[in-house]
T-cell receptor, first 113, second 114 residues
Framework: SQTIHQWPATLVQPVGSPLSLECTVEGTSNPNLYWYRQAAGRGLQLLFYSVGIGQISSEVPQNLSASRPQDRQFILSSKKLLLSDSGFYLC????????????FGPGTRLTVL | AQKITQTQPGMFVQEKEAVTLDCTYDTSDPSYGLFWYKQPSSGEMIFLIYQGSYDQQNATEGRYSLNFQKARKSANLVISASQLGDSAMYFCAMSPTNAGKSTFGDGTTLTVKP
């Protein structure tokens, strides 16, 4: 069966500090991978998605970046965090063989102070 | 471009009763999928049910069913026999069949009363 891991679960960072959130998927090959951000009580904002190693599409211009160094690893980064980067970050995967249903990880709560 | 509209920010239902959460969509894609997710207070997004645009029958998964009306572009979620554990935020989403990107609605917060 497939599982998706995200870490850390919670993170408190000062403004201007760097960020690295990691997501890994097990039990599937060549998945599409996604990073979303969710503000409190709001819907999901797609940040990045990837259809393969090294292939990243950015949906929203911002000071965040994403990388996919391995087939089942997706990393969200920032060189200098802003207050507005606070939120709940969710990683997800999908495969077309499963009708493109997205399956989500447990999420990371990021607070930038 | 795709759009999902969930017009009910919050809903209340009595325990053991049925509840319908509304979702309308707009797309120019000829083939697409519609999904519902549950997000409890823990934050994790839990996949509930899927409906393909060419599926002849409405999807069902246990107490969840999807009332799909293609001509009206609606994909309402029906939860039967509500339980206290159903209290959560519910998101409707869609994606083209051959592309992975999904569009999500703003969600509906469901509260089940004892």
């Amino acid at each position: 069966s497939q599982t998706i891991h995200q870490w850390p679960a919670t993170l408190v960072q000062p403004v201007g500090s760097p960020l690295s959130l990691e997501c890994t998927v097990e039990g599937t090959s060549n998945p599409n991978l996604y990073w979303y951000r969710q503000a409190a009580g709001r819907g999901l904002q797609l940040l990045f998605y990837s259809v393969g190693i090294g292939q990243i599409s950015s949906e929203v211009p911002q000071n965040l970046s994403a990388s996919r160094p391995q087939d089942r690893q997706f990393i969200l980064s920032s060189k200098k965090l802003l207050l507005s980067d606070s939120g709940f970050y969710l990683c997800a995967w999908s495969v077309l063989a499963r009708a493109a249903v997205q399956f989500f990880g447990p999420g990371t709560r990021l607070t930038v102070l | 471009a795709q759009k999902i509209t969930q017009t009910q920010p919050g809903m209340f239902v009595q325990e053991k009763e049925a509840v319908t959460l509304d979702c309308t969509y707009d797309t120019s894609d000829p083939s697409y999928g519609l999904f519902w997710y549950k997000q409890p207070s823990s934050g994790e997004m839990i996949f509930l049910i899927y409906q393909g645009s060419y599926d002849q029958q409405n999807a069902t998964e246990g107490r969840y069913s999807l009332n799909f009306q293609k001509a009206r572009k609606s994909a309402n979620l029906v939860i039967s026999a509500s339980q206290l554990g159903d209290s959560a935020m519910y998101f409707c989403a869609m994606s083209p069949t051959n592309a992975g990107k999904s569009t999500f609605g703003d969600g509906t917060t469901l509260t089940v009363k004892p």
